[in-house]
Structure formats: C-alpha cells, structure tokens
C-alpha cells in the first residue's frame, strides 16, 4: 500500500488542497477529508468550518506546511484500511475448509490428508466441516455464503463445482461466485460389487446385468454425481439396465455396499481402499487408462471388456468471490508445494490420484478446465433427462 498526497504546483500559495490514499490492492481512490479529521480531531475539533480554517492557516504558514505535511502522510499510512494489514497477516486463525459430503469419503479423505499439509506451511490448522447433501450442492452453497476473508476454503470434485451446476436450478453461480485456487488432481471410477456378488469380473458383470434388467442396485453420492453419469454411459455402452439408489455422499453407500443392501458401485477408487486391503467387495475394472500403481491386479474396463470407457473424477480448491486476491496467491502458492512434496507425491499413488501438471495449478488454470468441463458434461445431462426430486 502506497499513500499519496497530491497538491498544487505551490504548495504555499494554494487555496485548496486535494488530499487521497490509493491502496494499490484494491485499486480504491478516495478523500483522505475524513481521517484527517480523526487524526487531529482532539486540536480542530469536529467542526467543518474549523477544519477548513485551520487548515488554510497551515498553508500561509511557510516552512511549517513542510512538517505539517510529513505528519500528516505518516497518519494516512497508519489509519490505512485495516484490510491490507490483515492480508499480510493471514492467516492469524484456524482456517475452515469445508467438505461437501460425509466423513470417509474420498473428497473426505483427500481434505484431511492436504489439511495436515497446509497446517506447518501457513502456521495454523485447517478444521474440516462435513456438510452434505444433494450431490455436494449444499456445501458449496455454504462456502458461497461465507465470509472472503481467506478463512473459508471450498474443496470439492468435478461432481460438485461443475456437473451440478447443468443439473440443478442453484441459488449461486459456480464460476462468478468462488474464485478458483488450484486444480489438485484426477483420479479413476472403480467399479466394485458385494463380496458374495454373483460375477467375478466385468464381463461377468456384464452378462448378469444383461440377464436381470433392473435387477441390480448401484449406489451413488447424489443424483447427477460423477459415478450417476458413468452408471448411465455404463448402461448406454452395453445395453443394460439397473436401478440407481441415491445417497448423501459415498461413505452411507460404501456402509451399504459392505451389508449387501447394494449390489454394486461405481466410485473414485480412493473411496475403496481398506476394502480391497480387506478384501470385502469384489472389484470388477477401474475406469482409468492404466492400472492403479496400488491396485496393479485390477485390469482396467478397456482391458476387461469395455473399450475405450474412460472416466475420472478431479478435484479442486476454491475461495468464496471476492477473496483478496494476495490470500489466493497465498493459498495457491501453498498447495504447490505441498503437490510437489514426495509424502504427498507417494500418498496419491497409494489413493490413485495423479497431481495435475505444475503448468495447470494456476487459479486461471483450473477456471479454464471447470469451464471446459461444463461445455463437455453440461449437453449430456440435457440429453440424459436426469430427474431431480
């Protein structure tokens, strides 16, 4: 912040004086009149006119104007707008990060484990909130709402920062109302079945999807969500049909899918690790393009059967509009060293999320992307006459 004090090519003969402050931030000019005032109001009183005449005195007064005027810049820099200080202190408290889905679920999972990461860097902790509910809509509306200060961070998947947005009529405009931060990475869907689920593999799947039209159940985290729409290309690609049952959030249908209440899942891989570790649930492919470096026995859909069926989920940080913009630069300068770490680095393979390309982790990068993603998704889920209740 920079203080400017413009005045007449003589300052001795001058009748009037324009005072202003520029906070460089924000770009604001405005009439320094009034701290003037509160500066000296013990000497000049609150009187207009008493300002005024005093103030021309300290004009004829000669060198005197000199002294006058050093103080008086010396007093502007000190009653500066409070909001360049705070910026440069930020974070001075906990930081709120909020999750749009229940507790140990991916984006759950991923939240903590870059919450953690953040902490040593910015020198205080990230306290996570859970709050789900219709495909992660009401906790990004939370985050919309939030103060933009720095201290409410929205972290949230493709599902919920773009596939929602072509699904439902929402209270808030996904791209002008967060600003973006950066775009952490993607991961693969799994599809995984009950453990006594009657096939073995995805051509097993397949077949008895075939076999029994609408005899199936798959969960998923919220109508329109990313494992909803790669249910419906799973059953546009081999002509199958089977029944979506609706959850708030991965971790309710996991509970689920391990009781037998569910017959199958079609989620991002991280959600189902201990799963596999404990070999509780069947996997059938992943929907990537190479194996999971974790789960390397796993073949992918295009290996086991269904060509070319690609599908993942990304995940990205935001900040509610209006943030300042050296809080975001902050945050995005963390997060790039906290992806560049190699814990994280190896953490990620373990969970099957590839960090994006230092060249994407820009704010600009990640609104180009979600905006991208939005012209790619938002014609299938017209097309796809997808019924929210």
């Not at 933009?148 to 493709?158: C, V, W």
């Not at 690609?237 to 959850?247: D, I, R």
């Not at 017959?263 to 992943?286: H, Q, T, V």
């Not at 590839?354 to 982790?361: H, Y």
Request: hydrophobic share 45%; net charge positive; proline share 6%.
């Amino acid at each position: 912040m920079c203080v400017q004090v413009t005045l007449p090519a003589s300052i001795y003969a001058a009748k009037q004086h324009v005072l202003t402050y520029y906070m460089q931030r924000d770009g604001i000019v405005k009439s320094a009149e009034g701290l003037i005032r509160q500066v000296f109001a013990d000497e000049w009183g609150s009187s207009s006119d008493a300002f005024h005449a005093r103030l021309r005195r300290k004009s004829d007064s000669g060198g005197s104007m000199r002294k006058w005027l050093t103080g008086l810049a010396a007093a502007l820099v000190v009653l500066a707008p409070a909001g360049a200080a705070n910026a440069q202190a930020w974070p001075s408290r906990p930081i709120n990060m909020i999750v749009p889905f229940p507790a140990g679920g991916a984006t759950d999972t991923l939240a903590r484990f870059l919450a953690e990461q953040m902490r040593p860097i910015l020198g205080q902790p990230i306290v996570i909130e859970n709050v789900a509910g219709a495909a992660g809509t009401i906790g990004v509306g939370r985050a919309v709402r939030s103060v933009a200060d720095g201290y409410a961070l929205s972290i949230g998947t493709s599902t919920t920062h773009m596939l929602t947005g072509g699904l439902y009529n929402l209270q808030f405009d996904l791209f002008r109302d967060l600003e973006p931060v950066i775009l952490i990475g993607a991961e693969p869907l799994l599809i995984i079945g009950r453990k006594n689920f009657p096939a073995d593999d995805l051509k097993g799947l397949i077949a008895y999807l075939k076999a029994n039209p609408d005899g199936a159940s798959v969960g998923i985290a919220g109508i329109g969500a990313t494992g909803h729409l790669t249910g419906i290309s799973l059953q546009k690609e081999t002509g199958t049909k089977f029944t979506f049952v609706p959850y708030r959030g991965n971790g309710p249908a996991m509970q689920d899918l391990l009781s037998g209440q569910i017959d199958f899942m079609i989620e991002p891989s991280s959600n189902f690790r201990s799963m596999l570790g404990a070999r509780s649930a069947k996997p059938f492919a992943i929907t990537g393009k190479t194996r999971l470096k974790s789960s390397p026995d796993i073949p992918t859909a295009d290996e086991a059967g269904l060509p070319g069926f690609f599908v993942s989920l990304w995940y990205g940080l935001w900040v509610p509009k209006d943030t300042p913009k050296d809080i975001i630069a902050k945050l995005n300068a963390t997060m790039v060293q906290v992806l560049a770490s190699a814990p994280v680095k190896q953490r990620f393979d373990e969970l099957g999320i590839k960090i994006s390309p230092l060249q994407q982790q820009s704010p600009d990068a990640l609104r180009a992307f979600q905006q991208a993603e939005a012209e790619r998704w938002w014609p299938i889920i017209k097309a796809s006459n997808i019924k929210v209740e």
